[in-house]
């Protein structure tokens, strides 16, 4: 086979719950992301469920139409998990059990003081002449196989075992299709509109076809993702991505949070840990939230030290200090009481920084001044407290995010200005 | 064409923008929701770009697969929207100027008072024995062709398009296939592994080929999805699931924990509110994570009062009461501190229970008797203390979902038993 010219390739996803409403095949998006790294591009995907005739189909047309052919999802030890004996009879080829295949699974259970169930024996078959990819985080090994007319790759429907297994085996193996140099940058914006990000960068959208820029807005984050390539080197590529990311930036300020695809929580993290400084939080609509993001970031007990989640006003005072009076002159959804909280939350825990959350998520608890949406987000430092009245757009979900990266932003303008 | 047997279904969504890594053909989704309702199901989705070669592949190998195919995108006036051509060139039908067509484009444009681009013209190019659906949201008319072997069905992209043109002129046209009743209901499962939940219904998979049963796992919760379909009537169709899911429930008992698609934080909310009892959280590696989940469910203040998020011995001790010599001698990861915190939020807050979880979500933090993943939950009630020591897999994220979701079903199951 001949590894000069491009490959046409297909991702396909198996499971019939990606043919429900309810779920998306996502899987794929990680694999173009990787792909598009090397310079490559998927021609085609498909998605089928566990019919055994539907799924050797789809396998059998992709075979023909792309050189190499990712399979993600069917590699279970349940009846419906059928990619294994699909594939094989799509080829004609047997399947051999595997002693030292069975032996590792089984180990694995025993490590997890488990009784291996009688049917995880049939991921120990294995399709003659496939080599098995090692599995660190689940049972079902991986495939790959190089026939005379394609690459086949095959990989477990889970996230967290597709992911580092496409890493570690079939991204080296996939090196000889390298042909252009790739680059890529991700802009992470908050606290601006979509259409006022648009009509920043407008006359900053490249004409060179090297260079693709998409943006990807949800509230309360929107993200500028470049991508750059260069048949010369990677030098090169970087070369014009660093002109095009400064000419980004230039225009779009301090509103950019991150450009190495940290999250906020993360940045705020590096902020905090590089001054040695601590921030608690005080918590009403979000429930937890604001602690859950921060937390998400390991080593994050470097800084994070405290959440209290006050769902009620007698806990608001007893715990966060908040005055009786205030919270009924004034109401728990107020710029007064957000500002309590972070000044409480502050002083009972000892940090450097307290950050309060209270508002409406709805769907209910609005009144006629107090409509759903509105939340209040407060920042209390050493002799300094600030607060912001928000109306938030969007369901109970999306209000408790553009809450937590409101009060997080606040802190992170406020880590920038007093440098 | 006979129509009363079950039609295979594709769909296939065409634009490059769907194999970025950014954005994810959603379409599909409801057209899939559609079909359901007809008891039809989707066999086979695909996804390629603008390339004319790849687009005529695509359809060709749609064709032969299936009976009827939806095509959705690539209807636009510009250069890389060639859905039309290429449908037209694997029919090997011609494309035919329509006048008729190409007056309602431009009154379209009229009626907006813009001057109606040049390119548009070649939206008033109709294939050659098709029949035109009205857009009355945009330009691109859509199509709808009966050929010896397929039904074609082709749509604009975007959905505010879409989804009236199905719903006018596709739905009325797809009633001839509407001969199956079907009826779906998905188990959640907590408290066992998937192969565990695989060997307990491995007797029960349904030999009628009118129920379908699929599995979808993820750590901390297994989804058993059932669809049932009857060709005399939908009573008929319910009784079958019935029997289906009895036979179920009766085999994995209560570690079924919704039926009905509640998550698990909507079911012992709702519990709770029935009892009118309360609960609070004592929190430490999963950092906001529970108080987030019960939170998410709107109305959660009648039962969710406090969550305090530890991540301290200092704030342990202060805060939620744990005595200082259990957290030197026992560490904070142990049965011990999740007892004693699990008690402390519960005093503290006045609850009727309150639930506790510590743990190490890594990938820092072990030690050699305390690995990643070791994760206490307890439970404190009246007169009722408990404590489970957990060793959960994945990564960070992975074992606060799992740690969370411990904590809530130890919860459940106490509220099962005390009836």
């Given at each position: 086979m001949k590894s000069n010219s491009i490959p046409k390739i297909e991702i396909i996803a198996v499971g019939t719950e990606l043919l429900s409403p309810h779920f998306q095949d996502t899987n794929s998006l990680y694999l173009i992301e990787r792909l598009n790294d090397l310079g490559l591009e998927a021609n085609f995907k498909t998605i089928v469920g566990d019919d055994m005739d539907d799924l050797k189909l789809a396998i059998h047309n992709s075979l023909a139409r792309a050189r190499v052919v990712f399979i993600t999802g069917g590699l279970g030890p349940t009846k419906d998990d059928r990619t294994r004996e699909a594939l094989a009879s799509v080829l004609k080829r047997k399947l051999l059990f595997r002693a030292d295949v069975f032996e590792q699974i089984h180990k694995r259970f025993q490590r997890r003081r488990i009784p291996m169930p009688?049917?995880?024996?049939?991921?120990a078959y294995v399709i003659e002449g496939s080599e098995l990819l090692d599995n660190q985080k689940g049972t079902a090994p991986g495939i790959w196989m190089e026939t005379p007319s394609n690459i086949i790759a095959v990989l477990p429907g889970p996230p967290t075992e597709l992911k580092p297994m496409f890493d570690v085996y079939m991204w080296p193996r996939l090196l000889k299709f390298l042909r252009i140099h790739s680059v890529r940058k991700t802009l992470k914006i908050t606290g601006l509109t979509e259409s006022k990000v648009e009509s920043l960068i407008q006359n900053d959208y490249p004409k060179d076809k090297d260079l693709r820029l998409s943006t990807l807005a949800r509230p309360g984050q929107i993200e500028i993702h470049l991508l750059c390539q260069s048949q010369i080197n990677s030098a090169h590529a970087k070369k014009k991505m660093k002109a095009l990311s400064s000419t980004l930036l230039f225009k779009l300020k301090e509103n950019v949070f991150s450009t190495s695809g940290e999250e906020l929580e993360e940045i705020v993290g590096n902020m905090l840990r590089q001054r040695q400084e601590t921030v608690a939080a005080a918590e009403s609509c979000t429930g937890g939230y604001l602690g859950h993001r921060l937390t998400n970031i390991p080593g994050s007990s470097d800084y994070f030290l405290l959440s209290v989640v006050a769902y009620q006003n007698d806990q608001k005072s007893r715990l966060l200090r908040v005055p009786q009076d205030l919270l009924y002159k004034s109401g728990a959804v107020s710029s007064e009481v957000a500002c309590a909280m972070a000044n409480g939350i502050r002083e009972i825990s000892s940090v450097d920084y307290g950050l309060a959350i209270t508002g409406i998520a709805g769907p209910g608890g609005s009144t006629a001044d107090k409509p759903v949406g509105l939340v209040y987000t407060a920042l209390a430092g050493k002799n300094h407290t600030e607060v912001k009245r928000n109306l938030f757009l969007g369901d109970r979900e999306i209000i408790k995010f553009q809450s937590s990266q409101k009060a997080l932003d606040m802190l992170r303008r406020h880590l920038l200005q007093s440098l």
């Open positions: 009688s049917v995880n024996k049939k991921q």
